[in-house]
């Protein structure tokens, strides 16, 4: 019981260790409440209070099963050119969004040669890290 009170001090000496490793507040502090904001993870937007957005801002609530039932013989991580209806898609939610949030783990959006062109051009990262934030520029 010793343990677990100094360890519950500590946390409220330094309130930042709270937070470690909790990627919403960086997510929150460069994205505007209200912007149109998809995510490859969705949960990211919520804990970082950025999942609601204008009504004319796609909704893109499961990407990964939203692949699976475009193609369900090929789940991700396929290869994003046996996917072009998914492709298509992915690039329209990002021509509407004024923010893409996008994981570590990057599988979920079937990255076509093409939409990495389209995205570089139309897109400035504005976090890096394990959870990335880009701003569309154009």
Excluded: K
Aim: net charge negative; hydrophobic share 40%.
């Amino acid at each position: 019981a010793g343990g677990t009170l100094r360890g519950w001090h500590v946390l409220e000496s330094h309130p930042v260790l709270q937070t470690a490793g909790d990627p919403g507040p960086d997510v929150a502090r460069v994205i505007p409440r209200g912007a149109c904001t998809i995510s490859d993870v969705p949960a990211l937007l919520i804990i970082s209070d950025r999942f609601f957005s204008r009504s004319s801002c796609p909704a893109l609530l499961d990407p990964y099963f939203t692949w699976v039932d475009v193609d369900p013989h090929r789940p991700p991580p396929a290869e994003p050119a046996n996917v072009p209806g998914l492709v298509a898609r992915w690039e329209h939610w990002m021509s509407q969004a004024d923010y893409v949030v996008i994981s570590e783990d990057r599988f979920r959006i079937p990255w076509s040669a093409d939409m990495i062109f389209w995205f570089s051009g139309h897109y400035t990262a504005v976090l890096e890290g394990r959870v990335s934030v880009y701003h569309r520029t154009s």
